[in-house]
């Protein structure tokens, strides 16, 4: 091949510059796709990788990040102890890219690779038996949203090890990329590699090089905290638009009231008169797109849904709009609870500012229609819920305040589900608090508020997988098949008691059988399958990813896919078919109403009060906002540019060198061969 190569050289330069420039493109592109293809015989790419990130409030930064061009580092499996040791202290080869799996996730372990400065990234492995083994992992808090509760600094429930099993990584700075390798057959790539290269003869011996070694890119562009990178990210500017540095955390809260309002008839009769019932719409993991969160937040959201389905009756809403008791049911998916009460926070603040519904406020002709605070009569909210034990309980907690009486709603709530063989207990114990819940939010601003939050927990978390991507429908023991499974069976029940509770509380006293196949199907939406029957009848496709909904509650640019999913069903249940809308160009809400939206959902036009508010904190809309306060959340996610994971075989630091001398050399050489024969060209390459 050398022959024509040298030929083609010939010929171009004796011609135009215009066949000069385009033979130097042609030969760039040649030189291009050898590069590409050599680059492909290199490197092992991990495709199914997902990157843990950075996130900063106002005094500090969490996660995870890799220098611009990505970390390298020889990879290491650590499977026990000796080898644990290997990575952080004696072995030869540092920096290392340790292999681990999720079972040494912990506080101790990845403290210690960050202490010993020896590892340059960690790769966590999927191993489906040692996974089903697993008996706890949480990465959050052992004492979750510490400081945004009700109790103060010092007081005896300021911190509460609610969950036990937490190792508080979540909220930790790592200055190496970790990265979750979901796909098993990739992680048996990775071990492949460090078998055949890397692990020591006999257990002790170090190999020589080449060794098999990893480049983990996560490069995070925000730095330090809140403050500084929202700073940054106004000072910096390209073409007119902000060069972006960090984004507010944030979605949207969805909320629905049973009873629709118009111009003639407000919310509120009176003072004191609506129930609220409520549950959180967000996990977290600490890798980006693993926040299932099947305990966390699926199982209270299912339920909630399924008591909005109850009361959304026809006969159920006639009874509702002539109580005399209760004026109406607000129903309330709080976003970003997970991280200082984020969208339950903005709720109060927007109650407390008169501005609930958002923009009402400017609307002279409906401000009777505002909600405030002081409007709520009882507040429920369900947490987590699922139950592996068939006789197991429900606990009704409260903040045992003298200035709240719960003890109307507990007792009604105890009452029905005893109709159903349900047991709900009352946590008595004065010496505990409230777990962790958006109903804290709003008793600091009002502590009157009869409100209680059920759990299937009296004291500690008994999902030991709390905010971990390993919260799933397995450790729940939960199978969509299994219609007798018991977190269907226990669920189904606990809606209609609830329903049957808000009726009893609203002054009728009517029977509300539990609906299991509802239940069931929730669950199997939340817990197991975007794919799921009800996802695709509102969303109108059938092609949506079999997999469960990430519910991570993302930066307020962009609405996550699952508060979307949920709103709609909210739209299906709640809702009334508008039957002489046939075309959805005519689906569009009319002015003179007031708190109802038109929605097209699978080739019907529904009127429902389905609603959304911003779920973004305080912190970012008021002015001059102290960001060391901790009065509010101040969560920011850093911006990245890509992620990437890829294997190869590394040479040893001398083999490098002479590599790269070897080829500087070449290249100036290759310039003099190739000058000398275009001063020789007329004799070596005659012309006839």
Request: negative net charge.
């Amino acid at each position: 091949m050398r022959k024509p190569l040298v030929i083609g050289i010939r010929v171009f330069s004796g011609g135009t510059r215009v066949t000069e420039f385009l033979a130097a493109v042609l030969m760039c592109l040649f030189l291009g796709v050898g590069a590409d293809r050599t680059s492909q015989k290199i490197y092992e790419p991990i495709v199914e990788s997902y990157p843990c990130f950075r996130k900063l409030n106002g005094t500090h930064q969490v996660g995870c990040g890799s220098s611009l061009t990505g970390d390298v580092g020889v990879v290491h499996l650590v499977e026990n102890e000796s080898s644990l040791q290997w990575v952080t202290r004696i072995g030869p080869h540092d920096p290392y890219v340790a292999l681990i799996y999720p079972d040494f996730l912990t506080d101790r372990v990845m403290n210690l690779f960050k202490r010993s400065g020896r590892v340059g990234g960690i790769l966590v492995l999927n191993d489906t038996i040692r996974i089903q083994g697993l008996l706890q992992s949480s990465p959050d808090l052992k004492c979750p949203n510490e400081g945004f509760g009700l109790a103060l600094p010092n007081s005896t429930h300021y911190c509460e090890n609610w969950n036990n099993a937490g190792e508080s990584i979540l909220f930790q700075k790592f200055d190496f990329p970790v990265f979750y390798v979901h796909n098993e057959t990739e992680s048996q790539t990775i071990l492949s590699c460090y078998d055949d290269f890397n692990r020591p003869i006999n257990g002790t011996t170090a190999r020589e090089w080449p060794l098999c070694a990893a480049q983990l890119r996560a490069f995070m562009l925000a730095a330090v905290d809140t403050p500084t990178c929202l700073r940054r990210s106004d000072k910096f500017n390209l073409e007119q638009q902000k060069a972006r540095v960090c984004d507010q955390m944030g979605d949207l809260n969805i909320w629905a009231s049973v009873l629709p309002s118009n111009q003639s008839k407000p919310y509120i009769k009176e003072n004191g008169s609506v129930i609220v019932i409520s549950a959180k719409l967000d996990a977290a993991s600490m890798f980006e797109g693993l926040a299932h969160g099947a305990d966390s937040a699926g199982t209270g959201i299912s339920t909630l849904l399924a008591v909005l389905k109850h009361l959304s009756q026809p006969e159920l809403k006639n009874l509702l709009s002539n109580s005399s008791t209760i004026d109406n049911v607000y129903f309330i998916l709080f976003h970003g609870e997970t991280f200082g009460y984020i969208g339950s926070s903005r709720m109060v603040y927007d109650m407390k500012n008169g501005d609930f519904p958002q923009g009402i406020k400017n609307d002279s002709q409906n401000t009777t229609a505002m909600l405030n605070i002081k409007d709520i009569k009882y507040y429920i909210e369900l947490g987590q819920l699922g139950q592996t034990d068939g006789q197991a309980s429900y606990y009704m907690h409260d903040a045992k305040s003298p200035f709240s009486d719960t003890s109307t709603l507990t007792a009604m709530l105890k009452s029905k589900g005893l109709e159903f063989n349900l047991p709900i207990t009352y946590v008595t114990n004065q010496t505990i608090g409230i777990p962790p819940a958006s109903l804290q939010t709003f008793l600091k601003e009002r502590p009157s508020i009869p409100g209680i939050f059920i759990t299937n927990h009296e004291n500690e978390f008994r999902n030991k997988f709390y905010n971990s991507m390993f919260d799933d429908a397995v450790h729940l023991q939960y199978q969509y098949q299994n219609l007798s499974s018991i977190s269907t069976i226990k669920i189904a029940q606990l809606a209609a008691t609830i329903a049957s509770t808000v009726m009893g509380l609203a002054g009728s006293n009517v029977n509300i059988d539990p609906d299991f196949k509802n239940a069931n199907d929730l669950l199997h939406c939340y817990l197991e399958s975007g794919n799921c029957d009800i996802f695709q009848l509102v969303a109108g496709s059938d092609k949506m990813q079999p997999i469960p909904l990430d519910l991570y509650v993302g930066v307020d640019r962009h609405h996550i896919f699952a508060t979307q999913l949920t709103r709609f069903v909210m739209m299906y249940y709640q809702g009334d078919n508008v039957t002489n809308i046939t075309m959805e160009k005519d689906c569009n809400t009319p002015d003179d109403k007031l708190n109802v939206e038109y929605q097209w959902i699978n080739g019907s036009c529904f009127a429902s009060t389905v609603n959304t508010s911003q779920a973004v904190s305080p912190a970012f809309v008021i002015d001059n906002y102290d960001w060391t306060s901790g009065q509010y959340s101040t969560w920011t996610e850093s911006v990245w540019q890509q992620f990437s994971v890829r294997i190869f075989v590394k040479p040893s630091r001398a083999h490098e060198i002479i590599t790269l001398v070897s080829g500087i050399l070449v290249f100036f050489i290759s310039f003099v061969v190739v000058g000398w024969t275009s001063l020789k060209s007329d004799i070596i390459f005659p012309t006839r």
